[in-house]
C-alpha cells in the first residue's frame, strides 16, 4: 500500500542536486524519524519528520505516524517532476520551501567582537548539559570519563593538539590531526568526525581563510568515515549548518543579555538532541575554535607590540640623529 507524505521545507543544498538532472537514489539507513537516502554519487538526503527540523541534506515532511514502516535499506528512489518516490512511499515536494542551510558568516565573523563574549557562556551551559561519554570532556576535568570512551578521548586529545597547530599554519600538522580525528568513535557519524565538523563551522566565523582550511580537513577526513559522516563534514565545509545551530549563533549574535542564556541554553540541548553525542561533540570543535582566535589574536598581539618596540627603538637611533633639525 502507497504511503504520502507533503515536503513542507527543503533544503538549498537539496532543492539543487533535485534539480540538477535525473535523480535516482537508494535507501541508506531507516530511523524512526529520519529516512536517509544516498545517490550514486555518495550525495546524502534525509526525509525527516519536524521533530528533526531544518538541515543542510534535509527535506522535512508533515508529521505522520510509522511514517517509514515497510521501507528498508537498499530500496529504490526515483524523482517524477515534484514526486519522490521512495519504496512505497510518495513525498510530495511541490509546496515546499526552500530552506537556507548557510548562516550569513560575513556578517557573522565582522560581529566576532559582539560574539566572543557570549562564548564562556557557552562553554559552562555545554558543560553543564555534557551527555556522558561525550567529547565534552575535554573542556573540563571535573566531566566523569566512559570508561568505553577512554580510548576515544585519548586520541583525540592528542589528534587535536595536532589539529590547532596546523590551524595556525602547519599543513602537515593540520593532517594528522584531522586523520587522528577522522572516524575516530563508533557509529555512522562518529566523534571525531562529528568534533571536525564543529571546528569548521567555528572556522566560518574565527579563521582567516575558512575556505582553505575546510578543504584541507575534508579531503583528508572524508575518506576516512562513513557515507553518512562523510556528507555532514562536506556540509560544514560549506558552512552549512543545521536550524538549531543557527539559532544558536543568532543568539550569540545578540551579545550579552538578559535574555541570552536562556536561548543558547535552548539551542544547545536542540543540538544535543542530536545522536547520543554527536550534537555535543560537534559543539567542543565549535568552542576550541574560539581558543585557537584567541591564542591567534594574542599571538598578533604580542608580533605588533614587539613590531611597535622595535620601531620606537629605531626611531630613538635616528631621533638622536636628527634632533638638532
Not at 510509522?66 to 511541490?94: N, Y
Not at 595536532?162 to 563508533?186: I, N, Y
Not at 563551522?201 to 559522516?229: F, K
Request: with cysteine; glycine share 12%; proline share 5%.
Amino acid at each position: 500500500m502507497t504511503a504520502q507524505a507533503v515536503a513542507r521545507s527543503i533544503s538549498q543544498t537539496v532543492a539543487d542536486l533535485l534539480n540538477a538532472g535525473q535523480f535516482e537514489a537508494r535507501v541508506l539507513a531507516i530511523f524512526k524519524r529520519v529516512c536517509d537516502l544516498i545517490t550514486h554519487d555518495g550525495e546524502v538526503v534525509a526525509v525527516v519528520l519536524p521533530q528533526v527540523g531544518d538541515g543542510p541534506l534535509n527535506i522535512l515532511v508533515d508529521e505522520t505516524t510509522d511514517l517509514f514502516a515497510g521501507i528498508g535499506p537498499g530500496a529504490k528512489v526515483t524523482l517524477d517532476g515534484d514526486q519522490l518516490q521512495i519504496g512505497r512511499l510518495r513525498v510530495e515536494l511541490g509546496e515546499a520551501t526552500v530552506w537556507e542551510p548557510r548562516p550569513e558568516w560575513d556578517r557573522l565573523r565582522a560581529r566576532r567582537a559582539v560574539i566572543a563574549p557570549c562564548v564562556p557562556l557557552l562553554r559552562a551551559i555545554c558543560v553543564h548539559h555534557a551527555p556522558a561519554g561525550s567529547l565534552l570532556s575535554l573542556l573540563s576535568d571535573r566531566l566523569p570519563d566512559d570508561k568505553l570512551a577512554g580510548p576515544v578521548l585519548s586520541a583525540a586529545r592528542k589528534a587535536t593538539g595536532s589539529l590547532w597547530d596546523g590551524w595556525k599554519g602547519h599543513p602537515d600538522k593540520l593532517e594528522a590531526g584531522a586523520m587522528g580525528l577522522a572516524g575516530l568513535g563508533g557509529g555512522l557519524t562518529p566523534a571525531g568526525d562529528d568534533f571536525l565538523a564543529g571546528a569548521m563551522l567555528g572556522a566560518w566565523l574565527t579563521h582567516p581563510t575558512p575556505h582553505t582550511l575546510c578543504r584541507a580537513l575534508v579531503e583528508v577526513a572524508v575518506p576516512r568515515t562513513t557515507m553518512l559522516s562523510a556528507s555532514f563534514l562536506q556540509a560544514a565545509a560549506r558552512g552549512e549548518c543545521s536550524a538549531p545551530w543557527h539559532s544558536l549563533l543568532a543568539a550569540m549574535d545578540d551579545g550579552p543579555n538578559s535574555a541570552v542564556e536562556a536561548r543558547i541554553t535552548a539551542a544547545v540541548q536542540k543540538i544535543m538532541s542530536h545522536g547520543a553525542t554527536s550534537g555535543a561533540d560537534s559543539l567542543v570543535g565549535f568552542l576550541l575554535s574560539f581558543d585557537a582566535l584567541e591564542e591567534g589574536t594574542t599571538a598578533d598581539r604580542a608580533g605588533r607590540a614587539d613590531r611597535a618596540d622595535r620601531a620606537d627603538a629605531d626611531c630613538g637611533q635616528s631621533g638622536g640623529q636628527s634632533g638638532g633639525l
